[in-house]
Every structure is written in C-alpha cells, then in structure tokens.
C-alpha cells in the first residue's frame, strides 16, 4: 500500500527549483526579454495564465519537430521539461523582476548623473 501514498502527490508549492542546466536556458530567454524591453508584457502573459505551464509544455512538445529547425534541440527540450513542473512560471516571475531591477540598477549607475560602479 505504500504506492497508495506517492499516487496523488503534486509537486510542492512555491517556485520551482530549476537544475543548472535549465537555469541556463530560462536565464537566456529571459535576459532576452529583459534585453528587448519587454518585461510588463511577459509578466502580465506569465502573471495572466500560470496554472498554464503544464499545457503550455506539452504544445511546445507537439510544436518540438518545427522548432528544432530553428533552435538547438537541448536547449528547446529542458526549457519544456521545465515547464512541466509546478512553480516553474513563478520561479520565471521572479527571476524576471531580479533581472529587469539589475538592468535598472545598471542604467542607473552608468547614466550621467549616476556614480560609475564596477
């Protein structure tokens, strides 16, 4: 009966806990984001739908042969398996406002008026 116990388990709640790999990949995207100037929109996009992870995963699975066209296959298959796992668009929130306060704080300290920091 010990199986009983484990046939309804979820993934623990908060952000999830990508591997170094993953956290690669999701820092890449998101860095781009941030980059491009584009973080209220993916955070509203993130923030609007985030019990959609699981379904999302599995389109961009579906979606898997077009893509690999265009994007290295490693890279495109642990960002999906990261999205399969619960609290992973949290831990994309987070890490999303992380980098988009970097990137001010950078602005900050390089603009004219700003002090030059290393």
């Known amino acids: 009966m010990s199986w009983w116990r484990h046939a309804f388990a979820v993934d623990p709640t908060g952000p999830a806990e990508p591997t170094s790999a993953e956290r690669e990949v999701v820092d890449r995207l998101l860095q ?8 209220t929109p993916a955070l509203i996009f993130f923030e609007s739908a985030p019990s959609m992870n699981y379904i999302a995963s599995q389109t961009m699975v579906f979606l898997a042969p077009f893509a690999r066209v265009l994007t290295t296959t490693g890279g495109y298959d642990r960002f999906t398996e990261f999205l399969e796992r619960r ?11 992380t980098l ?18 290393s």
């Open 87 to 97: 609290g992973s668009v949290e831990y994309m929130i987070l890490r999303l406002e």
């Open 100 to 117: 988009e306060m970097e990137r001010g704080s950078k602005a900050i300290s390089t603009s004219p008026g700003g002090s030059e920091e």
């Open 32 to 39: 781009e984001i941030v980059r491009r100037r584009m973080t």
